[in-house]
């Protein structure tokens, strides 16, 4: 089994920047495909970005408008999410997943899950 868990969230400025952290443990995650998501109250979870096993990315284009970035660093088993230009709308908790055999969009494409962390972007 894989543990997820996040870390890095907080209260920024709106403009500012975050980089928002996914350790796992358990297992190795080099070979998995790990993806970010958000969801803010009494909203859908949203579909932020997800890096396949490859290095290959995808992007919630029209939500994101190309201020994040996904990256992992396999040697320390993490992915991040690099979040600048930060908004008001950027608040949500953000939740860090993954999979071994497939990748996507979609909540359903992920098997393993973390806790979530909480970003509050003001003005």
């Known amino acids: 089994q894989v543990q997820l868990v996040e870390s890095g969230g907080g209260l920024v400025q709106a403009g500012g920047s975050l980089r928002l952290s996914c350790a796992a443990s358990?297992?190795?995650?080099?070979?998995?495909?790990m993806a970010w998501f958000r969801q803010a109250p009494g909203k859908e979870r949203e579909f932020v970005a997800a890096?396949?096993?490859?290095?290959?990315?995808?992007y919630n284009a029209d939500a994101m408008k190309g201020r994040f970035t996904i990256s992992r660093d396999n040697a320390k088993n993490t992915v991040y999410l690099q979040m600048s230009s930060l908004k008001p709308e950027d608040s949500a908790v953000y939740y860090c997943?993954?999979?071994?055999?497939?990748?996507?969009?979609?909540?359903?494409?992920?098997?393993?899950w973390g806790q979530g962390t909480q970003v509050t972007v003001s003005s």
């Open positions: 997943a993954g999979d071994r055999s497939r990748w996507g969009s979609r909540q359903s494409d992920y098997e393993y």
């Open positions: 358990g297992r190795t995650i080099s070979s998995y495909d």
């Open positions: 890096i396949r096993w490859s290095g290959a990315t995808i």
